[in-house]
Every structure is written in C-alpha cells, then in structure tokens.
C-alpha cells in the first residue's frame, strides 16, 4: 500500500503549482517572475537576492539539515517552524467531517487547531494527573484499531508540558500497527535537550512515519521560524503539493545557514549545558516551597508545577514583570504552571517574587 492511498484524493489527484524559480534556475537575466532587477537595502543578510524570490527548498540548507538530523537530503522538508509542518500534515491527510487526529493531552495545542482549521475531529486519549500525565499506551493502540477516521496520531517526545519521552518500544508497536493506516507524527521539538535518540532513524523503515524538528528551541533562533518535516520522499511529496510556493524568506535561510555552520555548534553545546545546569537550580528552587504541590521535572528546557491557587500566582508574577505560563482554559491543567528554564538571573528574579508570595501576610 502507498502513502498517497492514505492522503486526501483530492491532494493526491491536485496538478502542484509550479512557481517560476521551480520551472527555472535562478541563473541568467531573469525576466520570468515579475521580480524588480535590484534590491533596495545593502548589507542585509541575504540583500543579495532581497529582489528574487528565493529557492523553494534551498539546497544548502536541506543538505545541512539533513546532516544534522541524520537523514538523506530526499527526506528532509524545510518549514517555517514545526508548526508549519503540522498544519501541511493536517490539510494532506485529514478529510473534512471524515477524518481524525489521535493525540494524547495534555499536549502542544497545535495538533487540535490544525485539525479543527481543516474540519477534522480529534480524537483524545488523555494523560491522567493521578498517574504523572503518562500516555495511556494501551487506549492509544486500542483507539488507533477501531476508529478508522484516524489519519494522524500525533507523539511528542519530549511531551509539552509535562516533558516526558515516548517509550521506543511503545513507538516500534505503534509504527507496526500504524502501518498502511495511519500516519505516525512523532514532534521532537525539544529532542535535544533529553537524551532519547531521535525517531529518525526509523523513517527508511516506515513510508507512515514523520519526524518534526525544529530549530526554536534548542538551537536559540524561535524566532527564525525554522523548522523541518523528515519523512520518505513519497510523504515529502505530497506535502509539497500544498505548502507555499516560498516558505523561507532568503534572509532567514542565510541567517539559519550561518547558525548551523561548524563554529557555532560549540556555543550551541554551551547552550544545552548552561541551561541543563539552570534547570537544576530551577528545581532546587522550586523544591520544597509550601505552595508547590507537584513539580514534574520532565526532559525538556521546562517544569510544570501544580500549585494552590494558579491564576493568582500567575497574576501576582506578572504584576511584578514575570511571565509564567498558565492554562487556565483547560481543564487537565488549571491548577499548573509551565516554566521554561532562563538565565540564571532569570532564576534569580524568579526566587524572589516567590519568595514574596510565600511570605504575603
Ligand atoms: C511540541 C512542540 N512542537 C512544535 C512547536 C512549534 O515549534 P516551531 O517554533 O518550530 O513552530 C512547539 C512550540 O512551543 C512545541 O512545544
């Protein structure tokens, strides 16, 4: 069975659009796509090519992410962040009012939007707050079996909020079943912060599996909008069908090549060790507070807390310039705090304002 026969038909039967730097190499004097012949601004990163419109998947940095992920260059689709690439999932996968997403919440909240924006259901296997928000493995595989509707199940590993991995066993058993299907997303947004080896190296295996990495979290650039889909070339294909013609401005490609080259890893290596180091001091000054009811650790650059009385804490912070993450609109997780691992003065501030609130008379 292919991966087309589990993609809408309309997508599979659409003629792609063909951009003119598709049809055309950017080479000669380039009267093909409307494009003035020079650039205004000087000394821009990619100001060079500020007037063309730029590659629509640039070689170098595909050839770049795919080294660092460990994949071929063939399996490597390059987004405007992970977000981008759930949403091109949810609109080549996910029939309106036919087809479903599988996800188990607590978890990112862009898996149900894109869903929904595409008139899909979501299908819900939720974590229980009494069993440390594991995922219900057993309901996930058993959903998967009798609701057909599913297309989509969505992992994440390291979960957001409550930071645990996918077991690889549970993932092996999932891609087993998964099979001629469903697709299997597992997001590693913030992989590189624990020390689970990436579900990449599964994708020759499995033409339904599809890896999201992203460079917002750990490599410090969120604001990039860099990301990419890893998959079989067949699966890559039929995203790109749908994605836009030229989703990386040449700025942000310069910039993101820039950020990859070879000197940069060492500060990057820094990077994941300082904040490793912080997010203990952040549990060191987490534990123990009389308010703090619950601390989950979890395996990502963030701690979720189960505090007394949330919503006043998290406007008790903010009165004092400190911006927490709370959830109040859900009901799993009204009465906990995400917070992302900072500086250390960031941690510093943090201890204070707690501090204050513990010791309000
Ligand atoms: C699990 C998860 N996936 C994806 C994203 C979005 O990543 P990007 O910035 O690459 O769109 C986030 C952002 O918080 C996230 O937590």
Known sequence: MS????????????????????????????????EA??????????????????EPQPQALVERLAELYDVQPDQVLVTRGSDEGIDLLARVFCRAGKDAILQSPPTFGMYRIAAQAQGADVVSIPRSAADGFRMQEQAVLDALQTDHRVKLVFL????????????????????????????????EAYAEFCRQPSAASRIGGYPNLVVLRTLSKAWAAAGLRCGAVLAQPELLALLRRVIAPYPLPSPVTALALRMLQRDVLGRQLQLLQELEANKQVLLETLDGRPFVEELIAGEANFVLIRVDRA??????????????????????LRQYIRISVGSTQDIGALAGVLDEWENQP
């Open 3 to 34: 991966i087309e026969s589990l993609a809408r038909p309309e997508i599979v039967a659409m003629r792609p659009y063909s951009s003119a730097r598709k049809e055309a190499p950017a080479e000669g004097i380039l009267l093909n796509a409307n």
């Open 37 to 54: 012949p020079w650039s205004l601004l000087d000394g821009v990163d990619g100001e060079a090519l500020l007037n063309r419109y730029p």
């Open 156 to 187: 994440t590993s390291p979960n957001n909020p409550t930071g645990d991995v996918v077991r690889e066993e549970f993932l092996e058993t999932l891609l087993q079943r998964a099979r001629d299907r469903a697709v299997v997303v597992v997001d």
């Open 311 to 332: 919503t006043d804490l998290l406007a008790f912070c903010a009165s004092r310039g400190l911006i927490l993450r709370g959830f109040p609109g859900d009901a799993q």
